[in-house]
């Protein structure tokens, strides 16, 4: 299989462009603020987007996504545990999507 020239510009181009975000990202994170009002909000910019992005699936989603939901905000309570409640929501909405659809 050949790829064409501009495929692969294409393809270093974006990669050029995400590495330099990234990297300003990393070069402005010592110049924001550590404390206040600011720094506060910055805190939770994380949580905002994540509801942001899990909202509309609860809302027009299957009930799949509301059980789903529902043992990831458990495990999370339960064990503090950000990482382990991710992956018992994806694994949760996986299984009761096979479940539910057949």
């Known amino acids: 299989m050949l790829t064409s020239p501009e495929a692969l510009i294409a393809i270093l181009g974006m990669a050029l462009v995400t590495f330099a975000i990234k990297a300003g990202g990393l070069l402005l994170a010592n110049r924001l603020p550590s404390d206040g009002f600011a720094a506060a909000w910055l805190r939770h910019i994380p949580g ?46 996986y299984l009761a999507r096979l479940l539910l659809a057949g």
């Open 48 to 93: 905002a987007v994540l509801a942001a992005l899990v909202a509309p699936a609860l809302v027009t989603g299957s009930p799949a996504e509301v059980i789903a939901a529902a043992a990831t905000g458990l495990v999370f309570i339960t064990s503090r545990n950000l990482f382990a409640a991710m992956a018992a929501g994806v694994a949760t909405v």
